[in-house]
């Protein structure tokens, strides 16, 4: 009996020291998934969050102009706890969603598209800007920095197109694979045709028809409310490959052409923008302190801080 009673206690004394090595691995375990935990959710609480504020200030915004505002903004953002980070371009979906507010807005309140895009594909351009141009209310465009190629596609479809004074938008002339299709005509204006090989010829078949499909497509846009004379003109510049690709269309040179532009940017636009950031760097390329500034009486500056 009493052998019996010393192994129980002598076990007892055993369990009684294990607690200590046994907690510290269980308090380092618990730790390690309470860290993976908060690497996972923090970046979608944030995400969340800065959605919940985007629809805030989009509320704000359409109370304000008595409007429907549609946003058309592809940025790199990243996402997850692995930070991946996406460049978006104008696709078939973005096009689906637009139609789809387009439908859910009466043919009497206002749209107000934002449009920050450095274009994307034809077809959903082409879509979005047909859907907008059959709006019966007045559609304004927003050109917060640039809207390049499809982007300009479908601010052409607007009734007034509101720009920062820095913004730009730019020619739409079509791209074939990675040659202009303008560019590719000329190789048929230089060259016998007997020295040209076939595929060369194919492609300036396609090309010729991709140039035609546009103008008349931008024509169709502008016609009704510049009249034939100046929607010509402009849809030719636009679509002809008088410059290249990405050249930087200024307001000033869009006003001079007789595009329907002004500067009269709300702040609430740029507002917005800041809601949708760029993917963080390590090290950001651009640094200044993030207040405004005025020039004070006696030539100095100072800040709202």
């Known amino acids: 009996m009493n052998l019996v009673l010393l192994k129980r206690s002598q076990g007892e004394r055993r369990e009684h020291s294990l607690p200590s090595t046994y907690y510290g691995w269980y308090f380092l375990n ?39 505002v549609i946003t058309l903004i592809h940025r790199q953002e990243s996402f997850s706890f692995l930070g991946l980070a996406f460049s978006r371009f104008i696709n078939i979906e973005d096009s689906e969603q637009i139609l789809r507010a387009i439908r859910m807005t009466p043919q009497d309140m206002p749209i107000d598209l934002i449009v920050h895009t450095p274009g994307g594909l034809v077809l959903a351009a082409e879509q979005i800007a047909s ?9 304004t465009v927003f050109v917060p920095h640039y809207a390049m190629s499809g982007g300009t596609l479908i601010a052409l479809a607007a009734d007034e197109i509101i720009m920062d004074e820095n913004a730009v938008m730019g020619p739409v002339d079509p791209q074939l694979g990675q040659y202009p299709a303008a560019s590719i005509l000329k190789v048929l204006e230089k060259k ?102 005025h020039k004070e009486a006696n030539g100095g500056k100072k800040s709202n801080a």
């Not at 859907?131 to 559609?139: D, Q």
């Open 131 to 139: 859907a907008l141009k059959k709006h019966g209310a007045k559609v």
């Open 192 to 293: 016998d045709i007997n020295d040209v090989d076939d595929q060369t010829l194919i492609l300036a078949d396609i090309a010729k028809k991709a140039i035609d499909q546009v103008y008349k497509f931008v024509y169709s846009l502008l016609e009704d409310r510049m009249g034939s004379e100046k929607a010509d003109k402009i849809a030719r510049a636009l679509t002809e490959g008088r410059w290249t690709h990405d050249y930087p269309l200024t307001y000033e040179e869009l006003k001079e052409m007789g595009l329907p532009v002004s500067t009269n940017m709300p702040e609430e636009v740029f507002a917005l923008m800041e809601l949708y950031p760029q993917t963080s760097q390590r090290r950001p390329s651009v640094q200044y302190i993030p207040l405004p500034y």
């Open 30 to 68: 618990n730790l390690f998934w309470f860290v993976l935990l908060f690497l996972v959710l923090t970046p979608m609480l944030n995400q969340w969050n800065l959605e919940r504020t985007r629809l805030r200030l989009l509320q704000s915004i359409e109370r304000k102009r008595g409007s429907r």
